[in-house]
């Protein structure tokens, strides 16, 4: 079972789950805002994708941490330590395709390439 991470009001979210919906791929949805960010799964991502695309550098929640915060995000310790107090920093939608296989963001080409592969 797919599992999409995100937050619902989030348009890149709304437009992947659109897609799922539309392409009848099920999958299960868990909200930042409501479930918060399971710790075993940060863990996974920050092994399989790393800590920077992980990182929202373009959003609203990045601007409005203060100049210190920004310049702590070094490394994944200081990236999963900022993500675990700010999960609206994490790039979404992060979606896990099973087997160990994650991909964060939405590109319909990609994920019509993963489904067809």
């Known amino acids: 079972m797919i599992t999409l991470y995100g ?3 989030c348009d890149t979210v709304k ?22 960010v399971p710790e075993a799964a940060l863990a996974q991502w920050l092994a399989a994708l790393g800590w920077e695309p992980l990182v929202n550098r373009r959003g609203t929640t990045w601007r409005q941490l203060d ?14 330590a900022a993500l675990r107090a700010h ?5 979404r939608p ?3 395709w099973g087997g160990g296989k994650f991909t964060v ?3 319909a080409d990609a994920w019509q390439a993963r489904r067809a592969g």
């Open 7 to 9: 937050i619902p009001n």
């Open 15 to 36: 437009r992947a789950r659109t897609w799922l919906d539309t392409q009848q791929v099920p999958y299960q949805f868990h909200d930042f805002k409501k479930q918060g």
């Open 67 to 80: 100049a210190g915060e920004r310049e702590a995000v070094v490394d994944t310790a200081s990236a999963a």
């Open 87 to 91: 999960p609206s920093l994490i790039k």
């Open 94 to 96: 992060v979606v896990d």
């Open 105 to 107: 963001g939405f590109d």
